[in-house]
């Protein structure tokens, strides 16, 4: 949206700057010290037809230091319903009208966090690793598509193409040469966990080194007019986006289940020893998996992305989420990573009818602890018995 007015200031009042969108509907404003700011926008700078999706113009963002903190507001046309604002029948009708968009925002989220959770479920399942620099495999999607876009000036969706296969590729030479030693050096599980943890921090801060602490965005798709389907207005990159996230989803799940190497996966998965002495080559199925749960979790970012804006911390604002589509659906399994996270996706949007924006990952982490307290296995995990 052209034109919009945003007034950043501090916590106590005092002004720090005024500025409009671009035709991108971006903004960006500079603050000497962190802390939490408070970000209005004007409604009078909007176009006739638009209002502020559930009337609050206000964001109280905190920033810290080094870090760059992103401020939405969603937008949506005027319906005729405000004629009926004393209507009993009328707020109901915006209730649901609100409902099934905010569902179709959940299932798009939920399945881009399906995305990087089934590469982190994969991985976890034939090594037994919790990746926590999983988060970091999604950002690097996002920055070669956007260094391959607006670097290189290709267009978006070669760019992307590009990144996935780079991605890949550095994802097999990863497990070839660093996770690949530590296993054959019998790192266990925990100490290999906590090394993930520092892989993390250092993949993160050469981000933030080479790309940028600013948001950026791609060089197309960044802005474009909603379509309205019934109840729903979605932008067409969101309703392609989903298609395709569906698509890659469907063939890695027939590909575990029909193909040889996904019955190899499966079988690593379930018992590495008794794999490796009926002839699997172990350590090869880990590094196909790698490379796959790379170049998934790198097409999750550039979705990511799309529908949001880049950062260097984009993938450790949603690592949290993924590790809970994860445990959700239950550990180590593909299909129950891809249930976890919708129910994720949708419980965090929708419960935004009910509860404030800033809580709404809060709740769907209190529905993780309520689900693993009565099945701890997940949704579609399976018992173990130890001993």
């Known amino acids: 949206m052209n034109g919009a007015r945003i007034a950043v200031s501090t916590e106590g009042g005092q002004p720090v700057e005024t500025v409009t969108s671009n035709a991108q509907g971006a ?7 962190p802390g939490r700011y408070r970000v209005t926008l004007d409604p009078a700078s909007l176009p006739q037809n638009t209002e502020i999706r559930g009337g609050n113009n206000v964001r109280t963002p905190t920033v810290y230091e080094g870090n760059c903190s992103s401020v939405l507001f969603a937008l949506q046309a005027k319906g005729a319903a405000g004629q009926q604002q004393g209507d009993e029948a009328g707020g109901s009708s915006s209730f649901w009208t609100q409902a099934a968009q905010l569902t179709f925002e959940g299932l ?27 988060g970091e495999l999604v950002t690097l999607g996002a920055i070669l598509a956007y260094a391959f876009n607006v670097g290189f000036g290709l267009h978006l969706i070669p760019a992307a193409v590009c990144a996935v296969i780079l991605a890949g590729i550095l994802g097999y030479g990863q497990d070839r040469f660093f996770w690949g030693q530590l296993r054959r050096r019998g790192t266990g599980t925990v100490a290999m966990m906590i090394i993930s943890i520092g892989v ?22 960044t802005a474009q007019p909603g379509i309205e389907i019934g109840p729903i207005s979605a932008a067409p990159k969101n309703l392609v986006a989903m298609g395709i996230e569906l698509l890659v ?13 996904g019955k190899a996966a499966r079988a690593v998965a379930d018992n590495p020893a008794l794999a490796a002495s009926s002839g699997i080559n172990v350590d090869g199925v880990i590094r196909i998996i790698w490379t796959v749960g790379a170049a998934i979790a790198a097409l999750a970012g550039i979705m990511l992305g799309l529908s949001q804006n880049l950062k260097y911390t984009m993938g450790q604002d949603i690592l949290l989420l993924i590790f809970a589509g994860v445990t959700l659906g239950g550990l180590g399994t593909a299909f129950g990573a891809l249930v976890g996270s919708l129910v994720v996706g949708l419980f965090i949007q929708v419960s935004t009818l009910w509860v404030p924006p800033e809580l709404k990952s809060v709740g769907a982490l209190a529905v993780l602890i309520i689900v693993l307290l009565v099945r701890p296995q997940g949704i ?8």
């Open 27 to 33: 903004w960006d404003v500079q603050v000497e010290d």
């Open 108 to 134: 798009n989220l939920g399945l881009i966090i399906a995305l990087a959770a089934l590469g982190l479920s994969l991985i976890y399942g034939t090594t037994g690793l919790t990746n926590f620099a999983h």
């Open 200 to 221: 993390a921090l250092f993949l993160r801060y050469m981000y933030l080194i080479l790309f940028s602490p600013q948001t950026e965005s791609y060089a197309q798709y």
């Open 249 to 261: 989803l469907v063939i890695v799940g027939i590909a575990l289940l029909r193909t040889r190497t």
């Open 380 to 387: 579609l995990g399976r018992r173990e018995r130890i001993g």
